[in-house]
T-cell receptor
Framework: AQKITQTQPGMFVQEKEAVTLDCTYDTSDQSYGLFWYKQPSSGEMIFLIYQGSYDEQNATEGRYSLNFQKARKSANLVISASQLGDSAMYFCAMRGRTDSWGKLQFGAGTQVVVTP | DSGVTQTPKHLITATGQRVTLRCSPR?????VYWYQQSLDQGLQFLIQYYNGEERAKGNILERFSAQQFPDLHSELNLSSLELGDSALYFCASSVGDNLGNTIYFGEGSWLTVV
């Protein structure tokens, strides 16, 4: 079975600083995809970034980058130059063939609070 | 705005009742997913449809059912509601269900059972 682990329940970060959110995963699939989503207090789930297991380069989307270390089975999200609007819950998720391509398995999430 | 539309946004209903949650996927997306988010269970996959056919099933209770219509919108029916069904229900969609297809979520439907 697939499993996503986010070990940081919450963290504070100062505005303009970079923050790294940890995510480790466990799967027997050779092909899989890793996603990060942001959930503000309003509740919506916002897609941030995607990394495929065979992608050779780490994914980047604006201020978001994914530090993908396949051998360690980790997919950490790095947010550069934090802004107050980055305060939210962040979820790491993966999909793989074992559970069907359609299903996203989510971690427990990390609550980020950005302070001025 | 993800392009996935869910209605209603908020719903309060009594135990034993039945409700229907509606979802319109992003234009061009054939896959629709339903997820439940609760404080104790986190985000749980319920069910997926692809172009009208059920594709994958997760931890969906027998009291719950879903379908995807020819115009690709989907409905999630929740019956004999219990207090524990109170949760945020997400609909999501993707163009297909290949590995790299991004799954976009709607804003969710907040269900409160009293």
């Amino acid at each position: 079975a697939q499993k996503i682990t986010q070990t940081q329940p919450g963290m504070f970060v100062q505005e303009k600083e970079a923050v790294t959110l940890d995510c480790t995963y466990d799967t027997s699939d050779q092909s899989y995809g890793l996603f990060w989503y942001k959930q503000p207090s309003s509740g919506e789930m916002i897609f941030l970034i995607y990394q495929g297991s065979y992608d050779e380069q780490n994914a980047t989307e604006g201020r978001y980058s994914l530090n993908f270390q396949k051998a360690r089975k980790s997919a950490n999200l790095v947010i550069s130059a934090s802004q107050l609007g980055d305060s939210a819950m962040y979820f790491c998720a993966m999909r793989g063939r074992t559970d069907s391509w359609g299903k996203l398995q989510f971690g427990a999430g990390t609550q980020v609070v950005v302070t001025p | 705005d993800s392009g996935v539309t869910q209605t209603p946004k908020h719903l309060i209903t009594a135990t034993g009742q039945r409700v229907t949650l509606r979802c319109s996927p992003r234009s061009g997306d054939l896959s629709v997913y339903w997820y439940q988010q609760s404080l104790d269970q986190g985000l749980q996959f319920l069910i997926q449809y692809y172009n009208g056919e059920e594709r994958a099933k997760g931890n969906i209770l027998e009291r719950f059912s879903a379908q995807q219509f020819p115009d690709l919108h989907s409905e999630l029916n929740l019956s004999s509601l219990e207090l524990g069904d109170s949760a945020l229900y997400f609909c999501a969609s993707s163009v297909g269900d290949n590995l790299g297809n991004t799954i976009y979520f709607g804003e969710g439907s907040w269900l409160t059972v009293v």
